[in-house]
């Protein structure tokens, strides 16, 4: 089954506001990343965590390998903030960096 | 921060016409990744190599080769190209295997009329 199941798929968003995606884990992983797809198609870099949480402007970020779970919090969202945002695990033993993606939650953020 | 440029950016190509994607990384990373990316879908690893010459089969590798000529260049071949291999493609590269952040490319979409 799909070791990575983010939540929620879409997420609408006024201005303002904010929420949080989850993505839990089948499997203990090793080291997590966040991404945003913008309109042009780039996947932009959030965040890397191998544990703990990071936090960048108003964009949070929470792993928990034990518990096997990462959360992206986002407060305050802005027109720009709307695009698709990924999960992505690196397993332990895997080979490389090989990145296992979740599907994705389609934010729309509205004035 | 590592720059990883892809080319082209958009291709259309027939049903089994041959396309080369390419990949270029400038910050002396190992390893180099192909993913694909489809509506409903993560991404998904096709190859992935560690190092010039090196070549690692990824998850979804069936209609695809690659072949990485340098530490910098790393290469997608479709063959025979099908409608099915309709897509956004990225590139991405690492550091070291394991542990260590991932850095992709702007992606290329691929269109098989």
């Known amino acids: 089954g799909d070791q990575v199941e983010q939540s929620p798929s879409a997420l609408s968003l006024h201005e303002g506001t904010g929420s949080a995606l989850r993505c839990n884990f089948t499997t203990t992983m090793r080291a997590v990343q966040w991404f945003r797809k913008n309109s042009r198609g780039s996947l932009i870099n959030l965040f890397y965590?191998?544990?703990g949480t990071k936090e960048n402007g108003r964009l949070k970020s929470a792993f928990d390998s034990k518990e096997r779970y990462s959360t992206l919090h986002i407060r305050d969202a802005q027109l720009e903030d709307s695009g698709t945002y990924f999960c992505a695990a690196e397993a332990y033993g895997s080979s490389g960096n090989k990145l296992i993606f979740g599907i994705g939650t389609l934010l729309s953020v509205k004035p | 921060e590592a720059a990883v440029t892809q080319s082209p950016r958009n291709k259309v190509t027939v049903t089994g016409g041959n396309v080369t994607l390419s990949c270029r990384q400038t910050n002396s990373h190992n390893y180099m990744y192909w993913y694909r990316q489809d509506t409903g879908h993560g991404l998904r690893l096709i190859h992935y190599?560690?190092?010039?010459?090196?070549?690692q089969i990824g998850d979804v590798p069936d209609g695809y080769k690659a072949t990485r000529t340098t530490q910098e260049d790393f290469f997608l071949l479709l063959e025979l190209a099908s409608p099915s291999q309709t897509s956004l493609y990225f590139c991405?590269?690492?550091?070291?295997?394991?542990?260590?952040?991932?850095?992709f490319g702007k992606g290329t979409r691929l269109t098989v009329v």
């Open positions: 991405a590269s690492s550091d070291a295997g394991g542990g260590t952040e991932v850095f």
């Open positions: 190599s560690y190092g010039a010459g090196n070549l």
């Open positions: 965590l191998a544990s």
